[in-house]
C-alpha cells in the first residue's frame, strides 16, 4: 500500500499535521519542525541545525509529501540508504535510492519510477551528481525539494569532510527555483557559517535548536584500566543494552571487541581496515539484533538512527568537542535515559599532542587542531556542569543539568601550586643540570624517590628534588601531570618520545608569580542516579508482559522483513500499547508511531495480541 498523496492545495500547515498524523502516526510537531516544514514547503530555503535525535528527517520528509514532485535527498550514508528507505515503506511512503551499490537494472527500475512521478522520496549519494546523466535524469521529472543531509561533510576543516559536498553548490545554480533544506547536528558557529556559505545558502531561513540532550548522563573518568572500567560499566549499568564503544585505534578496537568476547558479552568491532563486506555484516547484525555493543573507530556511526543504543563509551580521548558530542549524541535517541562515558587519562594527552606536532599541514592547521584538543581537555578537567560547559561551546547559556558527574558528586577544585613547582623544577634541573628530558613515569619515580634501575643508572636519587613528592600517590601525580599539559604549563617535546619539556607559562609557575588550580577527584566517582530503565521493567506487572508479548512479535517479523525492528515499531510505541490495551483499530490508531499504514499492516494482529494476553 502507498499512502494516499496531499496535494490538494490545502495550506502547508493544515497538509503537514495532516501527514504527521496520517503517514507517521504522531500527533505533534517537536520543537520548530513545524515552522521548518512550513518554511520549505511553501519554497523557501532552510539550513537547521539540530541536535541527534531532534527530528531532522520529518523536516525534509513531510514537504516531500506535501509538495509536488520528488524530494531529493543528498546523503552520504550509502551503507544506510536500504534501511532509509526500508523504514519510509513501511509507513507507506514511496521511496527508493541510486547509489554505486546498485546493479544498473536496478538502477533502471528506480530511474523509471522517478520520471513516471512515482516516487516521494529519491535518495542520491553525492558523487552521482558528478555524473552529467544525473542532472540531466533529473531535469526529466519534477523535483520537490532538494534535501541536503549530514550538510557539515561539506565543511573542510570538519571531521566528516566529503569532497562530492563541495560541489553541491550546483543545485543552487542549475535549479534556482527549487527549495533546499540542508541539515546538520553539527553546531557550532564556524561549521554553520561555512555550510552556509559553500551551499550558497545566502538566501536561507536559519533554524537553530537547542543542542541539550538531557536525556543522555554525560560522565568522564580518570583512566586506569579502561577494559576493566569498560566491563565495569555494562555489568553494573548496561547489561544486555545495546551501546558503542569509540577507540582511537584499529588495534585497540580489535583487542577490546575480543575483550568483551571473552567476558561472554555480544561485541563486534568497526573499522575502516576491515572488508567492506565484513564492515556492512557487522553493522547490520548491530542495527537488527538486540543488546550488541559495537567498538568501532569514529569510522562507524554517522547516521545510525537506533534508536534504542543505551550508551556511548569512549576508551580513548576524543580529538575535538564537536566530534565528541556528535559521537555521544547517538545514544539515547529515544529519549529514554543513556550514558556517555569517557575514560581520559595523560597517556591520551602526551600521544595527542604528539599526534599533532607530527601532523602534515601547515602551522595554521596546526594550531586549530591544538586549538580542538584545548577544549576537549577543558571539558575533560573542569570542576562545573559538563553539560552547561558542552553546551557553552556551542554559544548556549544554561544551569547546573544535575545529571552530569560533576552535579552529581562533585570535584573539588584546589591550589595545586606546591606540586605543580615540584614537578616543573624536576623537568628543569634534568634539562639544566644534565641537558636530559624523560616522560611522566621518570618524573614521578623521581619525585616518590623510587630507586628504580632507570634512577640509579642515571644517578637521578642525586637530584634536589628526588623524594619530595612523597606527599602524593603515582595516581595523583600522573593527574597532576595530565593537568599541567591540559593547562599548556607543561607540553610534549617534539623528538618523537613523548618526553616532557616546559613552555613559557612555566616560568610563571616556578617564580610563584601564576597560581595553579587543579581538579581533585570526588572519593566515589558518581553513580548514576538511577539505573538505565530496561525496557519494559518500570511497567506495571500486565502491561509489561504484553509489552515483552509485543516484542517477541516484532522480533520475528523484522527477521521475516529483514529490517531492524525499529522499522517495524519503536519501543516507546509497544510501551504505550502495552499501557493503554486498545481494543479496536480506531483505538489502536492514536498510539503515537501508528500511522495509516502500520495500522492498516499490523492492527489486526496487535488487537488479537492484546486480547490474548
Ligand atoms: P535526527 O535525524 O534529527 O537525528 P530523526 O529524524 O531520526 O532525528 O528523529 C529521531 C526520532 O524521533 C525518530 O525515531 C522519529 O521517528 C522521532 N520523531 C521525530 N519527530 C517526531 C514527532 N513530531 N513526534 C514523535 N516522534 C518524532
Ligand atoms: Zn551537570
Given at each position: ?345 595523560l597517556q591520551?594527552v602526551v600521544?595527542q599532542r604528539r599526534?599533532?606536532a ?12 591544538s586549538?580542538?584538543l584545548d577544549?576537549?581537555l577543558?571539558?575533560?578537567e ?34 595545586g601550586t606546591?606540586p605543580a613547582q615540584k614537578l616543573l623544577s624536576t623537568v628543569v634541573?634534568l634539562q ?5 628530558k624523560f616522560g611522566a613515569g621518570q618524573l614521578i619515580?623521581?619525585l ?29 601525580w600522573r593527574s597532576v601531570v595530565r593537568q599541567l599539559l591540559a593547562q599548556g604549563l607543561l607540553t610534549v617535546n617534539s623528538?618523537?618520545?613523548g618526553t616532557l619539556v616546559i613552555t613559557e607559562a612555566s616560568s610563571q609557575v616556578l617564580?610563584?608569580?601564576r597560581?595553579v588550580?587543579l ?95
Amino acid at each position: 500500500m502507498t499512502v494516499s498523496p496531499v496535494r490538494t492545495g490545502l495550506p502547508a500547515r493544515t497538509a503537514a499535521a495532516e501527514v504527521l498524523h496520517r503517514v507517521f502516526g504522531y500527533d505533534e510537531f517537536r520543537g520548530n519542525q513545524s515552522e521548518i516544514i512550513e518554511h520549505v514547503s511553501s519554497g523557501g530555503d532552510a539550513l537547521v541545525l539540530m541536535p541527534t535525535g531532534g527530528g531532522k528527517s520529518l523536516c525534509y520528509q513531510i514537504p516531500s509529501l506535501v509538495r509536488e514532485g520528488t524530494g531529493i535527498v543528498i546523503s552520504p550514508l550509502i551503507a544506510l540508504m536500504q534501511d532509509q528507505v526500508d523504514a519510509l515503506s513501511a509507513v507507506g511512503v514511496r521511496a527508493a535510492f541510486l547509489n554505486s551499490t546498485q546493479a544498473a537494472d536496478v538502477k533502471a527500475d528506480v530511474e523509471r519510477a522517478y520520471l513516471a512521478g512515482e516516487l516521494d522520496l529519491l535518495y542520491l549519494a553525492p558523487e552521482r551528481l558528478r555524473v552529467p546523466s544525473t542532472a540531466t535524469l533529473l531535469d526529466r521529472g519534477k523535483i520537490a525539494l532538494f534535501a541536503i543531509d549530514e550538510a557539515h561533510c561539506v565543511s573542510q576543516w570538519g571531521h566528516d569532510f566529503r569532497p562530492d559536498y563541495l560541489q553541491l553548490s550546483m543545485l543552487h545554480e542549475r535549479w534556482p527555483t527549487v527549495p533546499r533544506i540542508a541539515l546538520t547536528a553539527t553546531a557550532t558557529e564556524q561549521t554553520h557559517a561555512e555550510i552556509a556559505t559553500r551551499l550558497q545558502l545566502g538566501e536561507a531561513r536559519h533554524f537553530v535548536a537547542s543542542f541539550d540532550r538531557p536525556n543522555i548522563q554525560y560522565r568522564i573518568a580518570g583512566k586506569n584500566s579502561p577494559q576493566q572500567q569498560l566491563l565495569q560499566l555494562v555489568r553494573s549499568e548496561h547489561d544486555g543494552d545495546a551501546g558503542i564503544v569509540y577507540c582511537l585505534s584499529r588495534a585497540s578496537v580489535e583487542k577490546t571487541a575480543e575483550f568483551l568476547v571473552s567476558n561472554g558479552i555480544p561485541a563486534l568491532p568497526y573499522h575502516a581496515g576491515l572488508p567492506a563486506t565484513v564492515r556492512a555484516a557487522n553493522q547490520s547484525r548491530f542495527l537488527r539484533d538486540d543488546g550488541i555493543i559495537m567498538v568501532a573507530t569514529i569510522a562507524f556511526g554517522m547516521g545510525i538512527d537506533k534508536p534504542d543504543v543505551r550508551f556511548v563509551a569512549h576508551l580513548d580521548l576524543p580529538k575535538s568537542v564537536e566530534g565528541y558530542y556528535q559521537e555521544t549524541g547517538r545514544a539515547g535517541r529515544d529519549g529514554l535515559p543513556s550514558t556517555a562515558w569517557l575514560a581520559y587519562g595523560l597517556q591520551d594527552v602526551v600521544q595527542q599532542r604528539r599526534m599533532i606536532a607530527d601532523s602534515e599541514g601547515d602551522d595554521a592547521h596546526r594550531r586549530k587542531l591544538s586549538a580542538h584538543l584545548d577544549a576537549m581537555l577543558a571539558l575533560c578537567e573542569t570542576v562545573e556542569c559538563r553539560r552547561m560547559q558542552l553546551l557553552a561551546y556551542f554559544g548556549e547559556t544554561s544551569t547546573p543539568c544535575g545529571n552530569c558527574d560533576t552535579c552529581l558528586s562533585p570535584p573539588e577544585s584546589i591550589d595545586g601550586t606546591i606540586p605543580a613547582q615540584k614537578l616543573l623544577s624536576t623537568v628543569v634541573r634534568l634539562q639544566r643540570e644534565r641537558n636530559q628530558k624523560f616522560g611522566a613515569g621518570q618524573l614521578i619515580d623521581i619525585l616518590l624517590g623510587k630507586r628504580t634501575p632507570r634512577v640509579e643508572q642515571n644517578r637521578h636519587e642525586e637530584l634536589s628534588t628526588f623524594g619530595i613528592g612523597t606527599d602524593l600517590t603515582e595516581p595523583e601525580w600522573r593527574s597532576v601531570v595530565r593537568q599541567l599539559l591540559a593547562q599548556g604549563l607543561l607540553t610534549v617535546n617534539s623528538d618523537g618520545f613523548g618526553t616532557l619539556v616546559i613552555t613559557e607559562a612555566s616560568s610563571q609557575v616556578l617564580s610563584g608569580a601564576r597560581k595553579v588550580s587543579l581538579r581533585k577527584e570526588p572519593e566515589r566517582q558518581a553513580k548514576r542516579s538511577s539505573r538505565t530503565i530496561k525496557a519494559g521493567a518500570d511497567l506495571a506487572p500486565e502491561a509489561a508482559s504484553l509489552f515483552e508479548t509485543l516484542r517477541t512479535w516484532r522480533g520475528a517479523e523484522a527477521k521475516e522483513l529483514g529490517v531492524p525492528a525499529y522499522v517495524i515499531f519503536h519501543d516507546a510505541t509497544l510501551r504505550e500499547i502495552a499501557t493503554a490495551r486498545p481494543t479496536t483499530l480506531a483505538g489502536l490508531g492514536t498510539m503515537s508511531g501508528v500511522g495509516e499504514s502500520k495500522l492498516e499492516k499490523y492492527g489486526q494482529k496487535i488487537l488479537e495480541a492484546i486480547a490474548a494476553a
